[in-house]
């Protein structure tokens, strides 16, 4: 009935609000965590427990992008790539939620994003909804294209901060660094009427030299003996 599925829906998507931080999450925090056990010297498997400002910043970092993009990505996957129906919804959110619960309990790394998105194809296939596979297409092409440069962009301006002495504002030049390649990516799309593909194949060629820009036209960067976030934790 419909009161039911839609009370579905909401335990469901609970469901897969908490696996986000359950799968994502834990991701940043692997590679943070990694990244303090390299800055210690610390080559043992032995388990160490997880600050809680760590815990808190990936938090609120993976909040924030959701709230600021969130709407987008459903209009994007909801409405453009597919439309289903309540019911169709309610099997794609079990659907996408319980192949996340399995990785998770498994301690398998999947993207939700990507899990999410194919649950909603599948959903869409079989209950016979009109699927406009461009737009799937350019949802994967924006992945490839979008990501490397926005993780090398952050990456470069994190150390140019560091390298001033300020580890802990180079942290968060580094977040804005990539929201504002984001906001140019979804500035093109939105206002500009780009195509998603091009729109992350002009933002991708453009981060190219804007990278090598802020890294001094050098293919590397030394830290050593320079603070960062990780020092710090120690």
Not at 126 to 153: E, H, M, N, Y
């Amino acid at each position: 009935s419909g009161p039911a599925v839609h009370d579905g829906q909401d335990g469901s998507d609970a469901l897969t609000a908490f696996l986000h931080g359950a799968q994502d999450g834990q991701k940043f925090l692997g590679i943070l965590l990694l990244g303090i056990a390299l800055s210690q010297g610390r080559q043992d498997e032995q388990t160490f427990l997880i600050p809680f400002w760590l815990m808190a910043l990936c938090a609120g970092s993976m909040a924030l992008g959701t709230g600021m993009g969130g709407r987008r990505i459903i209009d994007t996957v909801g409405r453009e790539m597919v439309r289903l129906g309540p019911r169709e919804g309610l099997a794609s959110d079990l659907g996408g939620g319980g192949c996340l619960l399995l990785a998770t309990l498994l301690g398998l790394p999947v993207s939700t994003t990507h899990t999410r998105t194919a649950a909603l194809l599948g959903a869409g296939s079989t209950s016979g909804r009109r699927i406009d596979w461009s737009v799937a297409r350019s949802i994967a092409l924006t992945w490839v294209l979008t990501f490397p440069g926005c993780f090398t962009l952050g990456c470069a301006v994190a150390c140019q901060v560091a390298l001033t002495g300020h580890p802990i504002l180079a942290l968060f030049a580094a977040m804005a660094a990539g929201v504002c390649s984001g906001f140019v990516t979804a500035f093109l799309q939105t206002r500009l009427g780009v195509e998603s593909i091009m729109a992350g194949i002009i933002v991708n060629t453009g981060l190219y030299t804007i990278n090598l820009a802020v890294m001094g036209f050098s293919s590397t960067m030394s830290l050593v003996k320079t603070d960062t976030v990780f020092s710090l934790a120690k």
